[in-house]
């Protein structure tokens, strides 16, 4: 590009900005802060852009009052929230967040199966947009903020920069994931996995029912979907589409409330690998049955699971008290961020499986991998980025990893991606006691907005 049209670019987003925008980014050919302040004549940190900073305003009581209703799109009573996928609720849930995006000026499109995108276009909108967003289903019985943080925060990250007056030079675009919880289907991040071009799961899903009986392309019908149900591969986006993902999500977990620290910069994202393990023995009266001589298929099960010591759901059957078990299903959850550690672990509890059915003289029926997602790191421009947001907003943050997986760890597959973490009470998440503080959603939307500013740049 030539000198004095990059010269143009950067007073550009010098005035229109008002801080720079360019701090961290992959290519070589963007301006470093040391031309920056040649041009500006300032050294990048002076004061006044820290006022320019603090102007990053949220408008917190409009964002508390969206959560709020948006909590009403439920089928279970206040305080809890129970949204599954393409019901009554979540139909209205969407129409919510589509009359949103239309009110922040953003131009909103769906997929056949329901993904969600608003996008604001930038000044150069060949570029590949950056994007960020996350899902608003709620299983059973759950809070009003998983998720939702990350989609609501995200259409008030774009007005931030838009009443900053801020112009983007990548489009950027807010996406609402179809289905991130495996409610209904009992497939998660069902949206972002079709987006991220799971071929497996187009051919699956023409075949998949819920519980009702009613099928997956049914259920869309009903939800206003009708469009290329029959090939879900007009779902898939290229690896490219976006030159960035990036998430905003309360942490679930206890860490940076404990710690008081206000933002999470997620590295890396743990992956789950589920296993199903049924162990047969031979049942009986459990008063007539001597200890010694049963074959206890539950006490195999609970022996492994003791092993495991991980998330475990157990079933026995017959499940009487006069009954030995005679068979017993567990379902063993196991997650890390290191793929091939992981499987270690798998392989060590299907060693102990067999030791255990040996020593206890039931049959190891079934060990059975059902599946095994491969984990994903972030991006070091993203979280580059996300802590030099941090760093300029004078937020404290620490770098951490996801343990619970999420809409990212997909998109992954296609893009850069990084997440923001904010606080939540005591770690709570997926019961009615979760709750995050305005205070600190604000926090990690106004670092959102930054992100994406400096991303639109990159
Ligand atoms: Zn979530």
Redesign the pocket.
């Known amino acids: 590009m030539a000198p004095k049209l990059w010269i143009f670019i950067l007073l550009s987003i010098y005035f229109i900005f008002g801080f720079p925008v360019i701090s961290a980014h992959r290519n070589e050919d963007v301006p470093s802060n040391k031309i920056m302040e040649d041009f500006s004549g300032y050294p990048v940190l002076e004061p006044h852009f820290q006022d320019s900073l603090s102007s990053l305003l949220v408008d917190s009581e409009s964002l508390q009052k969206q959560i709020d209703e948006l909590s009403t799109f439920s089928d279970t009573p206040a305080p809890s929230v129970t949204r599954i996928l393409y019901s009554e609720k979540d139909v209205l849930a969407r129409r919510f967040i589509k009359n949103l995006m239309g009110l922040s000026g953003l131009s909103v499109r769906e997929d056949a199966v329901g993904n969600i995108f608003g996008r604001w276009d930038g000044y150069e909108p060949e570029l590949a947009p950056v994007s960020t967003g ?2 608003i289903d709620a299983i059973p019985y759950s809070g009003k903020y ?2 939702v943080v990350g989609v609501l925060g995200a259409i008030e990250a774009i007005n931030v920069l838009k009443r900053h007056g801020f112009k983007p030079k990548r489009s950027l675009e807010v996406i609402m994931f179809t289905s ?1 919880e495996p409610t209904r289907f009992g497939i998660s991040c069902l949206g972002s996995r079709l987006l991220a071009g799971s071929g497996e799961l187009a051919e699956l899903l023409k075949r998949t029912v819920d519980n009702q009986n009613i099928s997956f392309l049914d259920a869309a019908r009903f939800a206003g979907y009708a469009n290329h149900l029959e090939d879900l591969t007009s779902v898939f986006l290229k690896k490219g589409s976006y030159s960035a993902f990036i998430e905003l ?1 309360i942490e679930q977990g206890p860490i940076l409330e404990e710690e008081a620290t206000s933002i999470g910069v997620v590295t890396a994202i743990a992956a789950p690998a589920s296993i199903k393990v049924d162990f047969e023995g031979n049942g009986g009266h459990a008063g007539a049955v001597l200890m010694p001589v049963r074959n206890d298929a539950g006490l195999a099960a609970a022996e492994l699971a003791l092993a495991v010591e991980k998330l475990c759901i157990l079933e026995l059957h017959p499940g009487a008290i006069n009954s030995i078990p005679s068979k017993s299903h567990l379902e063993i959850d196991t997650r890390d961020i290191d793929e091939e550690r992981r499987n270690v672990v798998i392989e060590k509890i299907h060693q102990s499986a067999i030791s255990i059915s040996k020593n206890r003289g039931v049959k190891l029926s079934e060990f059975k991998i059902v599946n095994q997602d491969p984990p994903a790191l972030a991006e070091d421009f993203i979280t580059k980025a996300t802590e030099s947001a941090c760093q300029e907003l004078n937020l404290t943050y620490k770098k951490m990893i996801s343990r619970a997986y ?1 809409d990212s760890l997909f998109m992954a597959r296609i893009s850069p991606m990084g997440m923001i973490f904010i606080p939540c009470y005591k770690g709570y998440s997926h019961k009615p006691e979760e709750f995050a503080a305005i205070e600190d959603i604000a926090n990690g939307i106004r670092v959102l907005a930054l992100t994406l500013a400096k991303l639109s740049f990159s």
């Open positions: 996350s899902h998983d998720g991130e999500h999420h």
